[in-house]
């Protein structure tokens, strides 16, 4: 099974991934890193690891977000890709993008959902003051941080926190879940139904 991730940032959760496929808890291949960001440090990480195929496409070099990912989608189809792994990619997929790779797009999302959606999870959970957040893995609908869950974890808020610490157990928890779900996927043990994934 070959493997795409997707990253616009740091790419600590496609290093968690680059890692499980080299010590075979991943049975897949990394064939491609896609970023829409050329100074991502995911990029640099890609590099380091060999990985095949490393593609950086601009958004602005484009006319419109589906003619974007109609070249994402294209280079996906011809490196015969099977499972799309969104890690920290920062741009919204159009449906053209969500409907070639239905049901074999992932995302991961800082907190517990359908609590704090959105791009500032991590703050927007210390803010509310809840004592439990979280990770969230997730297939990819159209509809933002919304598609049927695969696996959550909890994390508590303790009463010192900060943004930084509470990002850094956050991270450590993707870091483990991530590619435990990326294996639940490449071994066939997730079925999709509705909303629900039933796990086997
Ligand atoms: C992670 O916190 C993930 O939940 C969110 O973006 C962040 C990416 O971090 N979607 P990194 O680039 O993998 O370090």
């Known amino acids: 099974m070959n493997l795409a991730v997707f990253a616009s940032g740091n790419g600590s959760n496609l290093q968690a991934i680059i890692n499980s496929c080299r010590k075979g808890k991943i049975a ?85 959902l359908p609590a704090f959606k959105g791009g ?24 933002i941080d919304h598609g049927p869950i695969i696996a959550q974890a909890p994390v508590r808020i303790l009463a010192q926190d900060t943004r930084e610490t509470l990002a850094a157990r956050i991270h450590r928890a993707e870091h483990r879940l991530y590619p435990q779900a990326v294996e639940m996927f490449v071994s066939g043990r997730l079925k999709i139904c509705g909303r629900t994934v039933i796990p086997s």
Not at 57 to 70: C, I, M, T
Not at 72 to 94: K, T
Not at 124 to 130: F, N, R, S, T
């Open 28 to 112: 897949a291949d990394l064939k491609l890193v896609f970023s829409d960001r050329p100074a991502a440090y995911a990029l640099t990480r890609a590099r380091r690891a060999k990985v095949p195929s490393i593609v950086s496409l601009v958004p602005r070099d484009f006319p419109s977000r589906e003619a974007y990912d109609q070249a994402c989608v294209e280079l996906l189809q011809r490196e015969q890709i099977d499972l799309v792994v969104l890690a920290g990619y920062m741009r919204i997929l159009s449906p053209l993008f969500i409907d070639a790779f239905r049901g074999r797009i992932m995302n991961i999302h800082p907190s517990l």
């Open 120 to 143: 500032h999870a991590i703050e927007d959970a210390l803010a509310y003051g809840v004592r439990v957040t979280g990770v969230t893995v997730h297939f990819v609908d159209e509809q």
